[in-house]
């Protein structure tokens, strides 16, 4: 069946460390992929997309994420965690071919910021 | 507008009565999303708007669900006979294109509560 998974619900990191959030897909081929921030009672913001080329993708707030097909996953990463960082991360998919492409999240990987 | 509008951004209503969240999307963006995000599902889809083609509302969870999409703009989600399980944050995004290329830009949502 096609799904996104985020294996991490939870994720605590001190400020200043590095982040790394998993997310992987299983679709037949390839899709879109797409990483978006929700900070506490915010909507939801887009912080980088991948359709195509270069398989390390940059995007706002110093996050940027890499593509790797082997692994049908697009992890998301940070060098350096702010506590502004502290939010709820989601990845989703739209299925290239797929009637209305519709984007499908994966549940979520919540990251608290230690001081 | 700037962005994509949903009012009310709380609504409190009790079970049995039906309820209207309205969307207001990018203007000239031809696709309109509604999803729910509740605690312990994650964000689900529940419809899809394309232009003037019929909607993709292989998402909603029941008939008491419905929604929508006026000249091609401003939509309106409808729960009728509300139940306790449809407490839930709904989010509307809008996108410039069916692909998903240029991403989805979502609203800050209305919270609904079912007492």
């Known amino acids: 069946a096609q799904s996104v998974t985020q294996p991490d619900i939870h994720i605590t990191v001190s400020e200043g460390a590095s982040l790394e959030l998993r997310c992987n897909y299983s679709y037949g081929a390839t899709p879109y992929l797409f990483w978006y921030v929700q900070s506490p009672g915010q909507g939801l913001q887009l912080l980088l997309k991948y359709f195509s080329g270069d398989t390390l993708v940059q995007g706002i707030k110093g996050f940027e994420a890499e593509f790797k097909r082997s692994q049908s996953s697009f992890n998301l990463r940070k060098p350096s965690v702010h506590w502004s960082d502290a939010a709820e991360y989601f990845c989703?998919?739209?299925?290239?071919?797929?009637?209305?492409?519709?984007?499908?999240f994966g549940g979520g990987t919540r990251v608290l910021v230690k001081p | 507008g700037a962005g994509v509008s949903q009012s009310p951004s709380n609504k409190v209503t009790e079970k049995g009565k039906d309820v209207e969240l309205r969307c207001d999307p990018i203007?000239?963006?031809?696709?309109l999303y509604w999803y729910r995000q509740s605690l312990g599902q994650g964000l689900e889809f529940l419809i899809y708007f394309q232009g003037n083609s019929a909607p993709d509302k292989s998402g909603l969870p029941s008939d008491r669900f419905s929604a929508e999409r006026t000249g091609g703009s401003v939509s309106t989600l409808t729960i009728q006979r509300t139940q306790q399980e449809d407490s839930a944050v709904y989010l509307c995004a809008s996108s410039k294109d069916r692909g998903g290329v240029y991403g989805y830009t979502f609203g800050s949502g209305t919270r609904l509560t079912v007492v």
């Open positions: 203007s000239g963006h031809t696709a």
């Open positions: 989703a998919v739209v299925p290239i071919k797929a009637a209305g492409n519709k984007l499908t």
